[in-house]
């Protein structure tokens, strides 16, 4: 295929028709020459083969995962779980152990995840409740405007009647009941406002209270050879017998 050209004045120039040069075929035809639609022509064939490449890739990363598998074996497979009696597999009781072995298959492929993940659980939740507990006692203003005895002492004594629940701080009473607020009616008490009431039911308040001394006439330690308690917090001398009389004061509520 060539451009048709004419003579002028001993010059060639191409041959023009509607626009378009004319091209001469080997077998003698001529045919004006569409550029624009030449070149958008080899565009649309080119995105057409980089599609058909890329879904040949695809094909073939599917079909890697099935590399080393006999076709034909793997369709005799199929037909045969497609043909399995269930009545004989139920009536040999197949199915049970069948059952059985996958459940053992799971339990022990996935039992070390669920135990490792139920102790990251556990120790998130004690990190919390450590947190928001201990360190709710740890910033109580009641405690540090009101009590005469260490806070860990205080802790020991109330700790137990704080939960968490939904990631906050809520606490109860003796008589298993959550512990609402008075100047919030219908909302549970603040941490400072739960302390004061539980301290406020508490038996031996006048004992942890500051400015007050322990009324009665005392109580008998529990400890072996009949030794006698100090009979209020004011009577004991180091910190050791103040956390003993807490704990023999807690025992009796």
Known sequence: MKPKTI???????????DGKPVYVHDDGSEVP???????AT???LNGEAKTHCEAKEQLEKQVKAFEGLDPEQAKQALITVQNLDMKKLVDAGEVDKVKAEITEALKKTYEPQLQQLQQERDAV???LHGELIGG?????KFIQDNIAVPMDMVQN???KNFKIEDGKVVAYGADGQKIYSRSRPGEVADFDEAL???VGGYQHKDSILKGSQAGGGGFQGGGQGGGQAPKSLADCKTKEEKVAYM???????
């Open 157 to 159: 004594t109330f700790g």
């Open 136 to 140: 709710g006692f740890a910033r109580s």
């Open 42 to 44: 080899i565009s649309r």
């Open 33 to 39: 020459h569409d550029a624009p639609h030449t070149v």
């Open 247 to 253: 704990k023999q004061v807690g025992e009796q509520t």
């Open 125 to 127: 939740q004690q990190q």
């Open 7 to 17: 003579e002028v004045n001993g010059q060639s120039y191409a041959v023009i028709q």
């Open 196 to 198: 004061e009431t539980l």
